[in-house]
Structure formats: structure tokens, C-alpha cells
């Protein structure tokens, strides 16, 4: 019984086609890009699918932070407006960029700035300090971070007798959250140039200065007022409603879109597939229900769904109509242009689909 059991513990150890955990492929925080301290997270492994590219989660600015999933189709679009970022300001490759926040990497995504040639680091601590002293000793050349802490930092800069070890002439990203105004004022003592990035780690980079990145950007009327617009990034809501605005964002005139008046749009509202290239709608049904569970974004399929159609549509309807009114469309999104973004979480489902789980504890008996 013994040589039999050793027998196995053999096959076991040493001919197993199934890995060990030493075995499993690993995804560490430098192999996202993201290895830099945070004072808001604790460090958590977790066992990811191969589907998708990496996880992440919401900044949780209105919310609790949720888990976000970042599919293999999606990264191709996030790199094109990673080189439209870089190109619209002006930063070359090879270029050094100092994080003020580490996890803001991942709505870049680590793959995109390595393949434009940037280079990255982040603080020591997430203070001021330590930004004082990444500025001085590092000397980026690109600052990536929350506006806010940028300014009030480089007013200690000036306030502590930092102000002449400061780098002079870098470009500043401001991103997580709306552009403080003051730090335009502050930036130029040091000769900063200022850039107004939106986005969110669900979908990227979507405008810089009010210039979109990505050729899959739509605005529709808004629930917030009449000079307001919603965003719709490939299709997809995102909840904000700006003002568009002819005389120019303040970083660039060219850029309509406000992006620093921001309003939340409520209520949200019901997005419905009416049209697919699909010729049954269990396909679509799926993807409909993989984006709420990894982009938080709820997508419904119409009961009068055309398949079989030359391009995706998306039809908006408010969620909430007042008693004995009936609900009418308040815009609609067709594609392929339009609905990039949606098309690849859509070719993510079937890539899924077509590829057979691997694990043998997941075969069931017939």
C-alpha cells in the first residue's frame, strides 16, 4: 500500500500537468507598474483569470472602492490614447514621470507607458515630504497626481526654502480628481505646464484639456441642465455631466469639454442594446452581464433586439419618468466607431467563451 501511495506522490510532485502554487504564474504590483506606497491600501494577493489583462478598483470618490477588471481587447484602445496624451502634451519618450499615487499607473495601464518609453517612479511615502523630495532629488520631468496635493506641495516647496531645487519647466498631469484652479497660479513659479487628464480606471484616459483621446467619445443631452452633457466613452455612460463650453477649457481653447465643472448625472440613465451583429442574443446577454460585474456598469438587452444588424446600437432611456408618462429614448449610439469600447468588451465575452476552462477541478462528469 505504501509503494502504491508513493507511487502517487510521485506523479503527484513530479509529472502533474496541472501547476503547484510555486508554479502559477505571478502578477506582482512592480509587474503592473504600480509598486509605489500608498497610505489608503493594505497589499492583497489575489488569484486573477488569464481573461483578464489585470485588476484594479474605483478611486471611490462617491463610492466604496470596487474591483475593477481590465480585458486583453480593451488595452490596444488605452495605449492609442496613451499616445495621444503624450503627443497633446508634449512629452517625449523616454521621458521620467514621478506618481504622486501609484495606482493611477493602472488607468494608463503599465503596458501603454512602456511601449510610448516612459519611465516611471513614486514617492517613498504618500506626503508632501516625500513629494518634496522625489521633486528635488528625481527631477522629473513629467508629474502625474491629484491637483490639490501638487499645489499645496509646491507651496511648502516655497514655504520650506525648497523652491530653487524644484525642477523647472515639467509637465504636470493632473488626474483623480476635478483640476483645482489654484495650482495654475502656483505652477508658474516654477514654470509648470498644466494639463487637465479625465478619466477612470474602468476605461482610461478618455480627454485631456477637454480634447477627447479616443474616437469613441459621445455626448448626450443631461439630466444635470440644458448646458451640461453627459459622456459616453465607446457606448458606455459614465455618470458625469459636463459643460460644453465654445470659449475653451483653461488649459487649451481647443478642448470644449469642461471637465473641472463636473456634475454627477442623476438620476442615470438605462442603457439598452437594440442592435447587434450577433445572430442570437445569448452572446450579447452575457457581456451585458460581465460589464456590471467588472466595470460596474449596468447594461440591458432589449426584448425587441436586432440581430444580425451591420453595427452595434445603444439606446438611453431615463431611469426614473414621472407618474403617467411614458419613457422615450433620450439619445442613441450606433456603431462601429461609436461603440468601440462596448465591441470589445463584447469580443472579450467571446474570447471567453471559445477558450475551455484549463483547470481540471472545473470538469464535470458527463
Request: charged share 20%.
Amino acid at each position: 500500500m505504501n509503494t502504491i501511495l508513493e507511487s502517487l506522490r510521485s506523479i503527484v510532485d513530479d509529472i502533474g500537468t496541472a501547476p503547484t502554487l510555486e508554479e502559477m504564474p505571478r502578477r506582482t504590483l512592480a509587474d503592473k507598474g504600480i509598486a509605489g506606497p500608498t497610505a489608503a491600501h493594505v497589499i492583497e494577493e489575489v488569484h486573477v483569470p488569464f481573461n483578464l489583462a489585470y485588476v484594479t478598483f474605483t478611486t471611490g470618490s462617491t463610492a466604496f472602492q470596487n474591483i475593477v477588471g481590465v480585458t486583453h481587447p480593451e488595452l490596444p484602445q488605452r495605449e492609442q490614447a496613451v499616445r495621444k496624451v503624450m503627443a497633446l502634451a508634449g512629452i517625449p519618450a523616454g521621458a521620467h514621470a514621478v506618481f504622486t499615487y501609484a495606482p493611477l499607473v493602472n488607468v494608463f495601464s503599465a503596458q501603454a507607458l512602456n511601449a510610448y518609453g516612459l519611465t516611471w517612479s513614486f514617492l517613498k511615502r504618500s506626503s508632501r515630504d516625500a513629494f518634496i523630495l522625489a521633486l528635488c532629488e528625481k527631477q522629473p520631468q513629467v508629474v502625474v497626481g491629484e491637483s490639490a496635493f501638487i499645489a499645496s506641495t509646491l507651496v511648502d516647496a516655497q514655504n520650506l526654502g525648497f523652491a530653487d531645487m524644484i525642477p523647472r519647466g515639467s509637465v504636470v498631469l493632473c488626474a483623480g480628481t476635478p483640476l483645482d484652479l489654484e495650482l495654475l497660479e502656483v505652477a508658474k513659479l516654477y514654470d509648470w505646464q498644466v494639463h487637465d487628464l479625465y478619466g477612470c480606471q474602468e476605461f482610461g484616459w478618455l480627454t485631456l484639456d477637454g480634447v477627447p483621446l479616443r474616437d469613441d467619445i459621445s455626448l448626450i443631452p443631461s439630466p444635470a441642465g440644458a448646458e451640461y452633457r453627459e459622456l459616453l466613452v465607446g457606448g458606455m455612460p459614465l455618470a458625469d455631466s459636463f459643460i460644453v463650453s465654445q470659449s475653451g477649457h483653461v488649459c487649451n481653447k481647443a478642448g470644449h469639454i469642461i471637465t473641472y465643472r463636473r456634475r454627477r448625472t442623476n438620476p442615470e440613465y438605462d442603457v439598452y442594446v437594440t442592435a447587434t451583429t450577433f445572430p442570437t442574443p445569448e452572446t450579447i446577454t452575457r457581456a451585458a452581464r460581465s460589464i456590471l460585474r467588472i466595470k460596474g456598469r449596468v447594461v440591458k438587452v432589449s426584448t425587441d433586439l436586432r440581430c444580425n444588424a451591420p453595427a452595434t446600437e445603444l439606446v438611453y432611456m431615463p431611469s426614473i419618468v414621472p407618474p403617467g408618462e411614458v419613457a422615450s429614448a433620450i439619445a442613441a449610439v450606433c456603431g462601429p466607431e461609436k461603440t468601440q469600447l462596448f465591441d470589445s468588451l463584447v469580443e472579450a465575452q467571446v474570447q471567453f467563451q471559445s477558450s475551455s476552462k484549463t483547470d481540471p477541478t472545473w470538469v464535470k462528469k458527463s
